[in-house]
């Protein structure tokens, strides 16, 4: 008798086991899809955004060119080419600190696995 009750105890142990298991990888795959989803739309926008910008300070400094091509256009030009490189170092600056301040891959998993190892500390 004392066999089948430390056998149904272990069975039970294997089925929660697995149940945390189970349910910690379904986070986790959550947490994948998340991810990949934010960085996919983050990329279109960019690339779409960059390309939109990049054909309209073209066609803006041709026509600034075009304009002062008669009186200053060494001005114009160096005026366009300062605007501009001072513009991309302030973007560069900007996209850098959005990058460093992204969440953590993860986080949740990792929170949800602490949990459960001071869960198990405090049970022994």
Known sequence: ???????VSLKNLTAT????IYTRLDLLSTDLEEGRERLLSLFVVTFVSLFCLCIGVVLLAMLIVVAFWDT???????????VFLIAGLILCRIALRDIRAMPRMFAASLTELSKDQQELESDS
């Open 72 to 82: 200053h256009r060494l001005l114009a030009l160096a005026t366009l080419t300062a």
């Open 1 to 7: 008798m004392a066999s089948e009750g430390l056998f």
């Open 17 to 20: 086991l697995i149940a945390i």
